[in-house]
């Protein structure tokens, strides 16, 4: 099968504004020695409800994407390229798209938690600075990745972040895309399972980072520095972080009701969450070896205790409550415990890193969203153009694409896309198989730092759950061949 990409005469370039989702629109300019100033912010006033349901059902389309012109591109690094597209129609669709040649050394895809902790939420720019920073590496584009609760803040689905689990639990049938440690991508319906073990015994692992159950529980470096690490202070905090951030995008189709109902609620159910941790017995280990998915991971046990403990340093806390583990002797000081996490899928593969979304976009060459196969119903997520973000690979597995397309622009006409739009996009970029990530008041794409829907600095995006990067990574870990 050939790229069905088509390449036509790029039509004017236009500035970029706000999204039409936001009540606020974005504009900069620079100074004579070429710095940035702050974005200005020109606060429009909100329509009524009523008219925008009117204004919105005017605005669907549904216009079969057949071909895309390129309005800018240029190469980042080697294997590394940003390509700026404007599909057919009156109606026109805008997409940014970064593509990663894995093949070429030190090129690699990688995850970035909000704020390093399953429960943090961050900004893309500020995600930006601090994991270049952090690690070394030059980020050269990063895009929002899982979907993510209100409240609690915690990813959706599967999230794997250098070996270690984020969130093992999987939601309805969505699709993961799940990396291994040569970089290459498998979309598919994961799903993970834990266990521990040692001397003769084995016993299930039934959730990382948050107590959902009765079972036993693992916190690692994303659960916080102590266990149990859940107050009421941090809800009510990420409440008001939450209220701030729907200014945004108040018909999101991934956007709940915040209510102050629900909040007490959440609190309430926090503090049982603590209240049942605190006296549970809590094995705490150091791994003695880097953790990765399907392999089994040795782990050298510290010390157990109960009340609230420490982290320890590349290492974990398992939490036992008595009923689950009878009358096994629990492992002492010195001994050595075996954590592992495998998948349902490809179970010999050593996956590094892992994102969920929904739908399945692309399977096998063939562009045709599968929301209602994965429990996705809504008309709106389905059927309107929204600003959406998707991942996807081409059919040899070695051409990664990462798409983000703009929504409805008032000043010059364009639209967002719908899910079979979106699927159609990918396609036309040469995904042979591609799946949705969180979109809406969510999506948005940085490369080398700067937000491709902005002139410059924009300082009013959404605060993120988990950020998709493309890298290249640092010379020193490039000589040695780790991460590759």
Known sequence: MTEP????????????????KQKTTASSTKTSAGKKKPAVRRTKAAPSRKKKRRRVAVRIRNTPIINLNVVRERELSPGIRYVEYRTNGTHAVNVHVMTLDRTVPGNALRLVKGNDQADGLERLADMWK?????????????????????????????????????EMAPYKKWTSAFVDFKNAITIDTFSISGSVSWSSNTFSVSSVNRRIDS?????????????????????????????????????????????????RQEIAVAQRESNIEFPLTKLRVRYLRSPSINVPLQCQVLNSDTGTVDLPVRGAVLSFPRNVIGNTTM?????????????????????????????????DGVAKHEAQKEGSTGRRFIAQNLARTALGVDRSGTKV??????STQSTDGTMGATLQQTADIMRLLGAYNAMNLDGGGSAG?????????????????RRLSVGLAIVRLSHVLRSQGIGN
């Open 401 to 406: 694409l990462v798409a983000c397309i703009e």
């Open 215 to 263: 079972g036993i529980v693992l916190y690692n470096s994303f659960g916080g520095p102590t266990v149990p690490n859940v107050n009421a202070r941090d809800l009510q905090n990420s409440f008001q972080e939450a209220l701030k951030d729907t200014i945004f995008s108040s018909m999101d189709s991934t956007e709940v009701t915040l209510s102050q109902e629900r909040l």
């Open 445 to 461: 794409m940085l490369v080398d730092g700067d937000h491709v829907f902005f002139d410059g600095e924009d300082p009013l995006t």
């Open 5 to 20: 990409i088509v390449v036509a005469a790029a039509p004017p370039v236009r500035q970029r504004v706000a999204t039409s």
């Open 130 to 166: 601090r994991y270049g920073s952090a690690t070394n590496h030059t980020v050269h584009g990063l895009v929002n990745g899982n979907f993510w609760r209100a409240y609690r803040n915690t990813p959706i689905g599967a999230c794997v972040i250098d070996g270690e689990v984020v």
């Open 331 to 363: 492992p002492r000081t010195g001994d050595t415990v075996t954590i592992q996490f495998k998948t349902n899928i490809m179970p010999s593969v050593r996956f590094m890193n892992a994102v969920c979304g929904t739908p399945r976009l692309v399977r």
